[in-house]
């Protein structure tokens, strides 16, 4: 059963970062590309890189510039963020790349707004989803997760300060207009992840079970925080039960719901969207520290 339930979680996660590849790439070589409209991160500097190469008589795919800014970044990841997230995400990024070198560069909107929109909106959905998903599509995405374990803001908020650079480096080399609709595309982009991914929120879980020792151990195994054991009885059965409470930010939901599933198929699981907190709440930075102790003791 659990073997069953992880192939099934990493067959999800792969699926994902294969559509995640396929949106961005049809972002760029569909909308952004075309209009000269200038993607996020190391995406929108592969193509200000491209334009300029073709601008020299060395014309230089944008994939070829993802694929060299990425490997560094990679190693970033790999050190501050996990071997699994980052994995996915150089995956990610490799594939956006070669697909942005097989795809054909096609004028899907032939007005600029329009294409600064969907470029943005397309774009936002393949970073949302693969870091809702427990990885990112590479580049800047996993600088802004470093970023945000350090100063608490939303991911989004912080890829819009870091992408100031490729909107005045658009508006210098290549008109201001063109800077404008980038600003335009890259705060679609933005609102769209903070909109999907919202990992800086809180959520408390109250989870019904019968199997409550079982289900705590597993949840200690997968997460770093507290459990409140609350007695319950079910009133139409009458039958003895277990709810345990946990609060947790939005990023650690699906870890939860798939140890609570993984353990105990028939629990409950009633999610309430948390408005503050007081107290000791372990960010991922403090998370990781624990978990290392953790093995380290084991």
Do not use: C
């Not at 590309?33 to 944008?62: M, R």
């Amino acid at each position: 059963m659990r073997n069953s339930l992880e192939l099934k979680r990493q067959a999800q996660q792969f699926l994902v970062a294969i559509g995640s590849a396929v949106v961005n790439a049809i972002a760029l070589n569909d909308f952004l590309i075309p209009g000269k409209i200038f993607s996020a991160g190391i995406n929108g500097i592969a193509q200000i890189l491209a334009l300029a190469s073709q601008a020299s008589g060395l014309p230089i795919g944008t994939g070829w510039f993802i694929l060299l800014f990425n490997l560094p970044i990679g190693v970033l990841g790999w050190v501050k963020v996990g071997q699994s997230f980052t994995l996915y995400s150089i995956f990610v990024a490799g594939l956006t790349a070669g697909l942005s070198l097989i795809f054909p560069v096609v004028a899907v909107a032939h007005n600029a707004l329009l294409a600064a929109l969907f470029g943005g909106i397309l774009t936002g959905v393949g970073v949302a989803y693969a870091l809702k998903f427990g990885f990112s599509s590479g580049g800047m995405d996993i600088v802004a997760v470093v970023l945000q374990k350090t100063t608490g803001r939303t991911i989004g908020t912080l890829m819009l300060l870091i992408n100031l650079a490729i909107i005045l480096l658009a508006g210098g080399l290549f008109g201001w207009e063109s800077a404008l609709y980038t600003i335009i595309s890259i705060y679609a982009m933005s609102r769209v992840v903070d909109s999907i991914h919202t990992r800086h929120q809180k959520l408390t879980a109250f989870i019904v079970t019968t199997q409550s020792t079982a289900v705590i151990d597993q949840l200690y195994q997968t997460l770093i925080r507290g459990i409140t054991v609350i007695p319950s009885m079910g009133a139409y059965r009458r039958q003895t039960s277990t709810v345990l409470m946990v609060v947790i930010s939005r990023y650690e939901l699906y870890d939860l719901e798939h140890a609570v599933k993984e353990t105990d198929p028939d629990a409950f699981v009633n999610l309430v969207s948390t408005v503050d907190i007081e107290g000791k709440f372990y960010d991922e930075t403090e998370q990781l520290k624990a978990r290392q102790q953790r093995q380290h003791e084991h």
